[in-house]
């Protein structure tokens, strides 16, 4: 049995002749809560909108518990709950409302409203007009739409934007507990990588249109290579002193870099800068963070 | 984890079609609280009352051809405001089908929508259903106002045919500019061309004589002049076509199909 939730093969949009979304092959699995990762305007709405059968591709395809969409989507936009960019909302009516015209689409028992409002924690103002709501009520109640109709997976496009630290916090805990305690699959973008590491089980970043990377964080994170960063006082000098150690070394302004954090290689080094009478500053370990990777792999694929 | 996603699946309902109720009752839900409502009751309350302001102001003369007894009362009053309902009609028309979809564009709710499991056909089809039973209800209440009038001015029996006819007739006729319109709201975000469009073709489709009496706005004008029985007042060159009731029926119901079909297909292949 195929356990891939999503699956795009090729998934392409193209404006003109600009595409937007290149040649795109997501793999979401079942109980992952897949991170979206990309810069804004690197294709992570465009891609969600073709998922959603909202917008046609202009190649490739796209499947959701392997039904194609948009040609199939009727069969399976019921397991589907989706919080497409800003959320949507009726500001004349009241949250409830707002819940019940879903609900009575998806021909869900009012019972499940109140259970929604209760996970995003909306039920005191429920009666409350939704056009009065704060910026994070609105979110919390787009999120309440998607969850409405019990779905098997839940898309969520930057669930956290324009919020404050406290809703950020608090959406991310509610993302995090929809595998765990309602099986539900999440695909979930954002713009920001540390937001992702600290939900996301799977990682796709996208730059550019085009998928530079997918797979486990795991793997994501044992990209961040240490290394050993050594300050001294005559860089070009001290080049040529520890050239001993062959080509792991390299010079970064008034430092050295050692690839590698074996002790007796940085103690060779510092023996060898103190022999030739380089001064050294600070010797220091270093680890590149998720950002750096991050930025590491759009600016390759920006300049590829 | 299978555990897990096996309990959320047998919790979800089996996939199914979704009833043409749970769409006309969703819209109901969503045209609550909006200026949809009063506007089909103002209509006519608006066209009553401006007969009432009309015979206040100079009643006498213009009662003159019913004391005579050249006229009937109908034709008093409806050749008063006739013409008037004939605008009314169209410009109603247009204000409904803008209010009905703008709220959605206003609310950004095409994109949740129509990620539902909704057929994009339905959510116009009813779209459509709602706006023209909006409008039925401000030509019943049309008639009653008629009515009203008669009554108040003491105009003889009450004609129950015409009076049903003219509840019927150019409420059906109507239908074609209320789906052009619908046709039109939807495909723009802002309403102002539609409401442009709206207004002014009434004023032009009435009166000129150079449109076929077969396009939507002429139609209107027809089927008014059917129901009070010849030439409205304020209307001139205005006069009994080819068009029997049957036939205004018929072209009205083609238009319908056409125009809503159409808008229909528009709203499937839209990109949200």
Redesign the interface.
């Known amino acids: 049995m195929n356990d891939l939730v999503v699956e795009t093969k090729g998934l392409t949009k193209r404006y003109g002749k600009r595409a937007v979304v290149d040649r795109l092959d997501l793999h979401v699995e079942?109980?992952q809560i897949y991170g979206f990762l990309g810069l804004n305007g690197a294709g992570k709405t465009t891609t969600i909108?073709m998922l959603?059968?909202?917008?046609?591709p202009s190649a490739g395809s796209a499947r959701l518990f392997g039904r194609a969409v948009p040609a199939e989507?009727?069969?399976?936009?019921?397991?589907?709950g989706?919080l497409?960019?800003?959320p949507?909302?009726?500001?004349?009516?009241s949250g409830w409302?707002n819940l019940?015209?879903?609900a009575?689409?998806?021909?869900?028992p009012d019972r499940r409203i109140g259970e929604v409002l209760a996970i995003v924690r909306l039920t005191g103002d429920a009666k409350r007009k939704a056009g009065d709501y704060s910026l994070g009520m609105k979110q919390r109640l787009?999120i309440a739409?998607a969850l409405i109709?019990?779905?098997?997976l839940v898309v969520l496009d930057e669930p956290t934007n324009g919020l404050d630290p406290a809703g950020i916090h608090e959406i991310r805990d509610l993302i995090r507990r929809m595998?765990?305690e309602?099986?539900?699959?999440v695909l979930v973008s954002s713009h920001l990588l540390a937001e992702i590491d600290q939900m996301a089980t799977s990682v796709g970043v996208i730059h550019g249109g085009r998928l530079i990377f997918q797979g486990r964080i795991e793997e994501l994170r044992a990209r961040s290579r240490e290394h050993v960063r050594v300050e001294i006082d005559r860089p070009a000098d001290a080049l040529v002193a520890a050239s001993g150690l062959g080509a792991r070394l390299t010079e970064a302004g008034d430092a050295l870099v050692l690839d590698s954090t074996s002790p007796s290689d940085a103690a060779n080094l510092v023996r060898a800068l103190v022999a030739r009478d380089i001064g050294v500053f600070r010797v220091e370990e270093r680890r590149l963070s998720l950002e750096d990777i991050f930025l590491e792999l759009t600016g390759e694929a920006g300049a590829a | 984890?299978s555990?897990?996603?096996?309990?959320?699946?047998a919790?979800?309902?089996a996939?199914?079609?979704?009833?043409v109720l749970?769409?006309l009752?969703?819209d109901w839900?969503?045209m609550?609280?909006?200026w949809l409502l009063p506007l089909t009751l103002m209509g006519p309350l608006g066209v009553t009352l401006m007969g009432v302001i009309l015979f206040l102001m100079a009643g006498e003369p213009r009662l003159k051809g019913f004391r005579a007894g050249g006229l009937t009362g109908w034709e008093v009053v409806t050749g008063e405001l006739g013409m008037v309902q004939v605008l009314a009609l169209g410009l109603g028309a247009a204000l409904l089908a803008s209010m009905i979809v703008d709220?959605e564009h206003?609310?950004?709710?095409w994109?949740?929508?129509?990620?539902?499991?909704?057929?994009r056909g339905m959510v116009y089809g009813v779209k459509f259903a709602w706006a023209a039973a909006l409008l039925a209800v401000s030509s019943v209440l049309m008639a009653v106002g008629y009515v009203a009038l008669m009554v108040w001015l003491h105009l003889g029996p009450l004609p129950w045919a015409a009076l049903a006819t003219i509840a019927v007739l150019p409420w059906v006729a109507t239908l074609p500019v209320l789906a052009f319109q619908l046709l039109l709201s939807t495909s723009m975000r802002n309403q102002a061309l539609p409401l442009a469009v709206g207004v002014l073709t009434p004023i032009f489709g009435m009166g000129m004589s150079t449109m076929a009496a077969w396009m939507p706005w002429r139609l209107i004008t027809q089927a008014m002049t059917v129901a009070v029985g010849g030439v409205v007042a304020g209307g001139p060159g205005e006069s009994l076509t080819w068009l029997t009731p049957g036939v205004i029926v018929g072209l009205s119901v083609a238009w319908v199909v056409v125009l809503v079909s159409a808008g229909a297909v528009l709203l499937a292949r839209r990109?949200?």
Do not use: F, N
Not at chain 2, 3 to 9: P, S, V
């Open positions: 079942r109980g909108r959603m059968g909202l917008i046609h989507r009727m069969q399976v936009m019921r397991r589907v989706a497409v960019e800003s949507s909302y009726y500001a004349h009516l409302d019940k015209v879903v009575t689409l998806l021909d869900v787009g739409a109709g019990s779905p098997d595998p765990r309602h099986g539900i699959t | 984890m555990e897990l996603t096996h309990a959320a699946r919790a979800a309902p996939p199914r079609r979704t009833p749970a769409y009752a969703a839900r969503r609550r609280r909006t709220v206003r609310s950004d709710t994109k949740q929508m129509l990620g539902l499991p909704v057929s990109e949200v």
